[in-house]
């Protein structure tokens, strides 16, 4: 099992439709959660950080469910420059801190 | 500065050929990272460095070297490639406790390998 893992997409869809992504991860000790986005041929880029309490940023919320171990993130109102891949990234710690990415969502918004 | 700028944005070299990729920042983090990142993948780790110490190596082949000099300046060695590790090199700097807003990444070093 690969410590995080994304459905690849792509998710198709709309214009001002809502759509989710979620990432599961296996280190129960985890610390950290990010969610990037990542345009084409472009480096990633931070979206938001993600709490356990839940946190939102304009059209954009991400939750963490310990208990599962996994994330999420909603993007409300789909907007055309929306479309990307988003990137999940986990932060484990063995003395030193590690991102572990994610194999990506790729989302695209349809006009 | 909250910026980290890679040099150069892309590269060309013979499997004979030895180069180097650079990164720089200037945001006092002392954390920097080199990420391999091949089309429709995710990145995966090469290196870290922790106040300008190697701290992890993922098994990463010999024919690249990393340096660090010092803690705004972060090097990779390339030597005797293989055009398998054609790639996006991308470097990345953080605070060493990652609080705060994690990585910042560099735009990439497009690496090609003829």
């Known amino acids: 099992r690969k410590e995080v893992e994304q459905d690849p997409g792509p998710f198709n869809v709309p214009e001002g439709a809502t759509v989710a992504f979620n990432c599961t991860y296996s280190n129960s000790a985890s610390q950290s959660f990010f969610w990037y986005r990542q345009d084409c041929r472009k480096e990633p880029k931070l979206l938001m950080s993600?709490?356990?309490s839940g946190n939102e940023d304009g059209r954009f919320t991400a939750q963490l469910n310990r208990a599962s171990q996994y994330i999420s993130l909603l993007i409300r109102d789909s907007k055309l420059s929306d479309s990307a891949t988003y990137l999940c990234?986990?932060?484990?710690?063995?003395?030193?801190?590690?991102?572990?990415f994610g194999t990506g969502t790729r989302l695209k918004v349809l006009a | 500065d909250t910026e980290v700028t890679q040099t150069p944005k892309h590269l060309v070299m013979g499997m004979t050929n030895k180069k180097s990729l650079k990164c720089e920042q200037h945001?006092?983090?002392?954390?920097m990272y080199w990420y391999k990142q091949k089309a429709k993948k995710p990145p995966e780790l090469m290196f870290v460095?922790?106040?300008?110490?190697?701290?992890i190596n993922e098994s990463v082949p010999s024919r690249f070297s990393p340096e660090c000099p010092n803690s705004s300046l972060l090097n990779l060695h390339l030597h005797a490639l293989q055009p398998e590790d054609s790639a996006l090199y991308l470097c990345a700097s953080s605070q060493a406790n990652l609080q705060g807003n994690g990585y910042t990444f560099g735009s990439g070093t497009r690496l090609t390998v003829v």
């Open positions: 945001m006092g983090h002392r954390a």
């Open positions: 993600v709490y356990s």
């Open positions: 990234v986990v932060v484990t710690t063995s003395g030193t801190y590690k991102y572990i």
């Open positions: 460095y922790s106040y300008e110490k190697l701290s």
